[in-house]
């Protein structure tokens, strides 16, 4: 269970325990198939295959495990090791270790205090407000109460029920650090499949199962969806790199260019998630992914995905002008009504913000905007009846994954508002999660065994 409290403000999340719960047991040992080829698990063929000379370079095709043996693997728990907030906020703004109880006259005052702070920052570089700033600043004032209160007490059911400690001591002892860059590149890949001979729609496969009996091809991968339909995790080896693959997930390896794939999967989705590379100056200095403009963003075949009444839920920075893009010309060119905007607040693992809440420099939260796709009256009252209407202003609280862009899982938080047996999809995945289609031109990021440990071998 990802939810380990749940309060009229929203959620407080447990995203490492989400995870490590995931399934991610496999069984059997990994065999290595020629180069780009399908072949029986037989021994005999195999052997022949490697006296032909044909022997794979490493990761020139996916392997499949399967046969003997367990092994279990967790997430490493140092990616959630946040015990001090990144920048120290004074008394007034913490949420524990005797700080102020929120008061509307504390609130007030220390908003006003870090207002005149920001315009003092301002002057000194010679500058006045830019209408984005502003925008920001209207926007943080309007929603301020409602994170500092909402937040408060979920922390304070964390600090009782034991899931957060309110101490500044780091527990335990210190683990080795996973590299920052690791695996193998697959937004490359991405670009280098574009190079592969077209394959004609009626010869496409749709799906390829990851079983005991079959190898996937590079090519295949980017061209088709993956299953593991089975109730165990899946290992797959790519250009040398090993990934995991929960149970019942299934992905697509492409780029916004190859979307189509996805679309011959025939799946009608009742809950699409998406995370776009949104266009900032930050990414652009830093060259660190890929971003889209608001233009590509908007070809996204949402209305051919989405079934009737679909919950679309866009993860948004705190830029007003993506807001507003989302809000104003995305959701209606999808025909998707806007219906709540919740937000995900980012604490320690003692209960603070990761950021003072009224820091200039950046925020402790993100924003969610949830909404409907608009259908015939007659069915979305049917489905109307099926789950409960989508409330405002809610709070998804946690200890957010060091890795960039790994967003905390929103299955469990989502479940009362869409029927039980919904087909979910996300798109701009980085990693995959059970009973989930994703697809992005990094869906397995995060799903490198290096951010794995194992717990036990049998």
Known sequence: MSVV????????????????????????????????????RDPAARATACASGDDPAPGDAVELEGGRGKTRYVFREEFF???????????????????????????????????????????????????????????????????WEGTLHLVQEGLKSGVLHCTTTKLGCSKNVVPGHIGCGLAELCERAKQFPAINDSDREAIRAIDDETFISEQDLHSCVIENTSSCAKMIVLKGQKYLVPPRSSFLLSDISCLQPLLNYKKKYDVIVMDPPWENKSVKRSNRYGYL????????????????????????????????????????????????????????????FVFPLDSSHKKPYEVLVLGRV?????????????????????????????LHSHKPPLTEVLAEFVKPDAERLELFARNLQPGWTSWGNEVLKFQHIDYFTVLQDE
């Open 293 to 352: 403009s608001s233009w590509q963003i908007k070809q996204i075949p949402v209305s051919a995905l989405a079934a009737p009444n679909c919950l679309v839920v866009t993860w948004v920075t705190n830029r007003q002008k993506h807001l507003r893009f989302v809000k104003d010309e995305l959701y209606p060119h999808w025909s998707v009504k806007t219906l709540a905007e919740w937000h995900w607040v980012k604490i320690t693992r003692s209960g603070e």
């Open 81 to 147: 090791d946040v015990f001090k907030p990144h920048i120290e906020a004074t008394a007034p703004e913490r949420l524990c270790q005797g700080g102020s109880n929120g008061s509307p006259t504390d609130t007030v005052l220390w908003f006003v205090y870090f207002h005149c702070l920001f315009i003092l920052q301002k002057r000194k570089r010679k500058c006045v407000f830019n209408q984005g700033e502003l925008d920001a600043l209207e926007y943080h004032t309007k929603i301020r109460e409602l994170i």
């Open 5 to 40: 409290q749940r309060l009229g403000a929203g959620w407080l999340l447990d995203h490492l325990s989400f995870i490590s719960r995931c399934g991610y047991e496999t069984q059997g040992s990994l065999a290595h198939p020629p180069r780009g080829a399908l072949h029986p």
């Open 374 to 402: 608009q259908g015939s009256v007659e069915e979305a009252l049917r489905k109307s009846e099926e789950v409960l209407p989508i409330p405002d202003h809610k709070l998804i609280v946690s200890v957010p994954c060091s």
